[in-house]
DNA sequence: GCCAACGTTGGC
DNA sequence: GCCAACGTTGGC
């Protein structure tokens, strides 16, 4: 049995992978979409290597990896009225949004931007290229992290 | 259940 | 700042 593999988009200006090495863990609270909710809830495992993206960056560029070191758990900040996320809808007693903690494995030497990641005929396939894919958690095939980590090495 | 209006994401 | 793509909401 082996661990499942994923992309964790961010923007730098809310939550950079600087401010991850400096927290050490990250709870990965905020998201607020159904699909991405449900890979937080039901499929990312302890354990599971995370890319750490930079979006609506300078440029947009995997910055290093991540290891989940907690599994799915309710989002609190839904339910707190003064969070940056709340959701009135969602309740301790009947969470709606779930988060995972994350702490940062590898910082990149070289940042693996989404144009390099185009260029890269290996990773055509990826997800993250697909034409309006906003999924800010997506998962990402154990070839698709292991190419990109060797770009971020080289 | 349809669909128009609206809000958000995110690359450029 | 622009705008395409997509998700959500709400009237009917």
Not at 11 to 24: A, I
Not at 92 to 110: G, Q, R, T
Request: proline content about 6%.
């Amino acid at each position: 049995m082996e661990g499942n593999y994923w992309l964790f988009k961010s923007e730098p200006g809310s939550y950079s992978y600087d401010d991850l090495v400096k927290d050490e863990v990250a709870e990965w609270d905020g998201v607020r979409n159904f699909q991405a909710r449900n890979f937080l809830r039901d499929s990312i495992k302890h354990g599971d290597h995370v890319l750490f993206y930079h979006s609506n960056a300078k440029p947009t560029a995997v910055i290093g990896t991540a290891l989940v070191v907690r599994e799915g758990y309710p989002d609190y900040t839904a339910w707190q009225e003064h969070s940056d996320h709340p959701d009135p809808k969602s309740t301790a007693d009947n969470p709606i949004w779930y988060m995972v903690d994350i702490k940062p494995l590898e910082k990149f030497s070289n940042h693996v931007s989404l144009q390099e990641i185009r260029n890269n005929p290996l990773l055509e396939g990826m997800l993250l290229l697909k034409r309006g894919m906003r999924l800010s958690v997506q998962p990402v095939t154990k070839e698709e992290f292991n190419i990109i980590c060797g770009m971020g090495r080289s």
